[in-house]
């Protein structure tokens, strides 16, 4: 071992004595035309190294000297290029390079707009989805990314809150076509893969504020996303301890038709397994995908987007330990709670989408797109769990007999959950798109027409059973047993839906500075509240002379929500129909500046934004479930500030770090308590001897926090390789975020009694290349001839095993004294990873 140790280290010396001696190539790649090309990958043959062209078409590379190299250009669109040098230590060299179009390819019918550049909007956030795969997270996929620049505490959803927004108040489009998630979710666990397929991904943009007419009505972030359109074959092949999947891409050969296909399939049984409810957890997800084009000539185009998606996930719980200091209204203690269950839960989620597009560009300057989609979600939940619990005092000396057990006991009882929810939701859309540009104008619209029917069945009750008494206690003893909770609803609702959008983006650069000016305005009218509203939007970017590498942005508009489905849904089950839609104000301003170190780009953009609100619909959060009050009786408020610094600290592997500061706050309408005083006016407490009530004050609660808000949330994604060899690379994830508040359900005085911990979460990955075609081609008999390149990642999930908390269980003793004993996510855990692509 230690020959072959010293031989190694040898061989690396002897490498890096050889690469000693440089020289440098520099220049510019042109077009056929001229015209200098940026983004242009240069890289040495047999080398990953590279760098790429600036918005001048300039690049500078250093290279090997006293032996021959040669340089590859290449750009989408265009041939690669090929230039040999043989170069001297030190000696520059500087050339011209044109590159020639790719006359094989036919370019695809797109929407273009030399004014509606990505650095004029706010809020705009580029990311690339090949770090999907890479990131070492539980869920995985472009959510896993975006929850780095939100809020977010828990590891198990894809889901995300922005700018003191709830899950619901973020738009996500898969080519131009809205999707949703389940809506019947309640927790993290039953969630299975997220409608985004990052293998068929080419472009993600993600707007957290301040986003243009163009986008839908909803008050916090667009996620966008476009699927690929291929120019050649490619295929992934990917397998690990929790997902497997797979996709093919590739055109025809007049190049006309292209597609990219897409299947998935996961399992997260091995990571729920490790929670403090032990059981047998069966979660299983899978999802087909495909986007089709097909371009019958210069003019046309047409489009096929198609999704299938099933989630089952059943569960037999056994029995659960949970341990915790906590504090309850009327109790602080060192608390421990053991449940022994019987029953099980069995859910199903299955969501289909399909849309149709037709692309027609009757001039160079005008693009016209026609679309209809068909949306079908179904969702059943059944769930029958009872759970006989002791909490108290547990003993933790080891050398005792009643090590582990609870001593001390507090309260001991029984409680059941019974649900029987269905819900079906059928939507068709019909849209049309038209984008123009004119001399300093590039200019947008579009009208919507979407007709939804929703079908939903709630049938939920909770039995609580305290030291042999019912809870909550009935006064008749004799009378009929009382039920914790009872729904028992349903509604069939049939919604229409018009909207629309004008928007302009008007070049009003001077020959100095250069200015963005974009302005629209959106409609919405929903049939089911009768409700018609407007909402103007304003955006300007400024690109001073004085520093062409930094631009200031500002935008102001009226961002508007109409419910949708869960908005309507009242604490009791029942449906009001009349929930209008929450309205908000927004403004944003911000700055971004580029740079370059080393040779590498580097960009740090700042914003803050505030956000006034009215007609909110007041909401409690549980895990993931989010139950709304169903009345528009709240005003809120929400600011911040966010810093971002993006990066390549290596070459070719972006990194980066966000930091939000954020604070946001709600005020209910009549939402008051008492408190009782007794006849000597002492406030009548747990510790009071005389609690007969003989006076009482109102309260109103006022200004509370709202369940998002969260003071400080820091996310991190690094990405480094060995300097010696960039084949063996690390992936390094980490969020961390303050406290948020919990509220306790039907309680007004306690609202904000308890409080989530800070979350902190740290993931890192490790990758070995094990095949790379390029620099060493498999022999003809090798059965991985077929393989580009074959990579293997070992990730450790929660590398500082921290117990993080999502929520609590409030558990009563026969006094109907509430204790809360907090439900922790996921421990440490290994996961293998194998990515092939052929």
Request: charged content about 20%.
């Amino acid at each position: 071992m230690r020959i072959l140790t010293a031989l190694v280290v040898s061989l690396l010396f002897l490498n890096a004595s050889a690469q000693k001696k440089l020289a440098t190539v520099s220049g510019i790649v042109v077009d056929e035309n001229e015209n200098p090309i940026s983004n242009v990958s240069v890289i040495i043959l047999g080398n990953r190294n590279g760098v790429a062209t600036n918005d001048n078409g300039l690049f500078k590379i250093r290279v090997p000297a006293e032996k021959g190299c040669a340089l590859i250009f290449s750009h989408i669109g265009y041939n690669n290029f090929q230039k040999t040098f043989y170069l001297s230590d030190k000696e520059e060299d500087s050339v011209v390079i044109r590159l020639e179009k790719d006359k094989k390819t036919l370019d695809p019918v797109t929407v273009s707009g030399s004014i509606n550049k990505g650095q004029t909007d706010i809020g705009r956030i580029k990311i690339d989805p090949a770090n999907a795969l890479e990131s070492p997270t539980p869920t995985g996929g472009i959510e896993a990314l975006i929850q780095k620049f939100t809020v977010v505490n828990n590891e198990l959803t894809s889901q995300y809150s922005v700018r003191g927004g709830n899950y619901d108040e973020n738009l996500v489009y898969i080519n131009d076509f809205e999707v949703f998630r389940p809506y019947l979710v309640s927790n993290a666990q039953q969630e299975g893969l997220s409608l985004i397929n990052p293998e068929l991904t080419k472009n993600v943009n993600f707007y957290n504020g301040g986003f243009s007419a163009k986008y839908g009505d909803k008050m916090s972030s667009v996620l966008d996303i476009q699927y690929k359109t291929p120019k050649s074959f490619n295929a992934t092949v990917y397998a690990s301890l929790l997902e497997q999947g797979a996709s093919l891409e590739g055109t025809s050969r007049n190049n006309r038709l292209t597609y990219v296909i897409g299947a998935r399939n996961k399992n997260n049984s091995n990571l729920l397994s490790q929670q403090e409810t032990t059981g047998n957890y069966s979660p299983a997800s899978n999802d087909l995908q495909s986007y089709l084009t097909y371009k019958l000539n210069q003019k046309w185009q047409l489009e096929l987007l198609g999704i299938i998606s099933v989630t089952n996930f059943s569960f037999i719980p056994v029995s659960a330990q949970k341990t915790s200091s906590v504090f309850s209204p009327f109790y602080t203690s060192d608390l421990s709670l053991d449940i022994q269950f019987q029953g099980q839960e069995k859910d199903h989620y299955a969501t289909d989408m399909i849309g149709f597009t037709a692309i027609n560009k009757p001039t160079k300057k005008l693009t016209l797109k026609w679309m209809a989609s068909f949306f079908r979600d179904n969702e059943k939940q059944n769930t029958d769990i009872g759970g006989t619990y002791a909490f108290g005092e547990r003993d933790f000396d080891n050398t005792s007999s009643t090590y582990g057990q609870i001593i001390n006991p507090l309260g001991a009882g029984f409680y059941q959950n019974y649900i029987r929810d269905a819900l079906t939701i059928n939507q068709w859309a019909f849209s049309h798109k038209g984008y123009l540009e004119q001399g300093r104008h590039f200019m947008q619209w579009g009208l919507t027409f979407e007709q939804t029917s929703i079908t939903n069945k709630l049938y939920q009750w909770e039995f609580q059973d305290s030291a042999g008494y019912s809870l909550p206690v009935s006064s008749n003893p004799s009378g009929p047993l009382q039920l914790n909770s009872f729904i028992n609803s349903g509604a069939d609702l049939s919604i229409q839906k018009y909207s629309g959008y004008v928007q302009d983006n008007i070049n009003l650069s001077g020959s100095n500075n250069e200015v963005v000016l974009q302005g629209g305005v959106r409609y919405n009218y929903n049939s089911l509240n009768k409700e018609f509203f407007v909402s103007p939007r304003i955006q300007l970017s400024i690109k001073p002379h004085w520093n062409k590498n930094m631009v200031f942005k500002f935008a102001v508009g009226s961002y508007n929500q109409p419910p949708f489905y869960r908005e309507l849904v009242q604490y009791d089950g029942t449906i009001n129909t009349m929930v209008k839609a929450q309205k908000s104000v927004q403004y944003v301003a911000g700055v971004e500046y580029n740079f370059t170190s080393s040779g590498r780009p580097f960009r740090m953009t700042t914003e803050a934004y505030y956000k006034n609100m009215w007609n909110v619909n007041p909401y409690d959060i549980n895990n993931v479930s989010i139950q709304y009050f169903g009345n528009n009786n709240a005003k809120a408020y929400a600011y911040g500030l966010e810093t971002r610094f993006y990066g390549e600290l290596i070459n070719g592997a972006e990194s980066w770090l966000s930091i939000g500061l954020m604070h946001t706050m709600e005020n209910i309408d009549n939402f008051y308590y008492y408190n009782y005083f007794n006849k000597e006016g002492q406030p009548i407490t747990a510790q009071t001897a005389d609690k007969t009530p003989a006076d009482s004050v109102r309260q109103n609660l006022g200004w509370v926090r709202r369940p998002s808000d969260r003071l400080l949330t820091v996310g991190l994604f690094l990405q480094d390789y060995l300097s010696t060899n960039q084949n063996y690379r690390v992936h390094f994830s980490m969020i961390y975020g303050t406290n948020m508040p919990y509220n306790i359900p039907g309680s007004v005085k306690y609202r904000d009694a308890l409080e989530i911990e800070p979350y902190i979460r740290v993931d890192v990955g490790f990758s070995a290349l094990l095949l790379d075609a390029k620099t060493l081609p498999p022999r003809s008999h090798n059965p991985l001839r077929g393989f580009k390149s074959i990579w293997a990642s070992l990730e450790i999930f929660n590398l500082i095993d921290r117990d993080n908390v999502i929520s609590y269980q409030l558990i009563k003793d026969f006094s109907n004294t509430t204790y809360a004993i907090p439900n922790r996510l996921t421990p440490r855990l290994l996961n293998l990873k194998i990515v092939g692509r052929f």
